[in-house]
């Protein structure tokens, strides 16, 4: 199915983009090569071949849980707008 500059300017209206002549036809030109090389690739024989959510092994990111001191209340009361008891003070929300 063949892009033409009517889908690349429906594409910019909905994206809220203001393009020019030039650049509608520049990207019509690429999504035409971007939609091409897709279809290329459905025409290959993937049967037997599992499923991958990602192309190379994952590694967990984050840190290993360890057990701190907390800053000290004082600390993060510091620059609370107003403090009452130790605690923050905050307004009442319940009605």
Do not use: W
């Amino acid at each position: 199915m063949p892009i033409t500059g009517k889908d690349v300017k429906h594409a910019a209206q909905l994206a809220r983009l203001a393009l020019t002549e030039e650049e509608i036809k520049l990207y019509t030109g690429q999504l035409q090569r971007i939609l091409d090389y897709v279809e290329k690739l459905s025409e290959v024989d993937t049967k037997g071949v599992e499923p991958a959510a990602y192309t190379v092994p994952q590694r967990r990111a984050a840190r290993p849980d360890t057990v701190k001191d907390s800053i000290p209340p004082e600390d993060a009361l510091r620059n609370a707008p107003e403090k009452e008891k130790g605690c923050f003070k905050v307004p009442k929300i319940i009605e």
